[in-house]
């Protein structure tokens, strides 16, 4: 039962290296290094959450193999991924730069947690009762009797 736990956590731990096949990697050890660095910053275009390094999409293989051409013509890591970019658009990157076109995306989620909180502290403030101080009316005649029959009822 341990072993077959293990296998399969060293399965799970190796699957995004099963993306990579054989005939992508480059024979010289240092360019197939910075062609799989470059590859986990680059996105997959088909499933949007995982680095073309992790992914099995036909896409991610083509972008993987370009990258390599890149890499083998000899462009530098910075030219290789302008390269990219310039054919599949910023989206392809998984950490796009800080810029106007992207300030949406870097800064909207803060500022939407902003606005909700500053929100939800007004809405707070402004509900009845909420007012620091503000007593409770005491019970008139009627009510209190209407509570004892209440409370009476449930009693018994």
Avoid: K
């Avoid at 039962?1 to 060293?10: G, K």
């Avoid at 990579?20 to 062609?35: F, I, K």
């Avoid at 009845?128 to 005491?138: M, Y």
């Amino acid at each position: 039962m341990t072993r077959a736990l293990a296998l399969l956590i060293a399965l799970l731990v190796a699957a995004p290296s099963f993306a990579v096949t054989p005939q992508e990697r480059l024979a010289d050890p240092a360019l197939e290094s910075r062609a799989r660095a470059l590859s986990q910053t680059l996105r997959c275009l088909v499933c949007q959450n995982e680095s073309i390094d992790e992914s099995n999409a036909d896409l991610a293989h083509d972008i993987r193999v370009l990258l390599r051409q890149r890499l083998l013509a000899g462009d530098s890591d910075a030219q290789a991924v302008q390269y990219i970019v310039a054919r599949y658009g910023q989206f392809v990157l998984l950490r796009p730069p800080v810029e106007p076109a992207t300030y949406v995306l870097w800064y909207g989620p803060g500022a939407l947690l902003l606005v909700a909180g500053l929100s939800a502290v007004l809405w707070l403030r402004r509900r009845p009762g909420a007012a620091a101080g503000a007593a409770v009316p005491p019970l008139t005649d009627a009510e209190r009797q209407r509570l004892e029959h209440l409370l009476g009822d449930a009693e018994r």
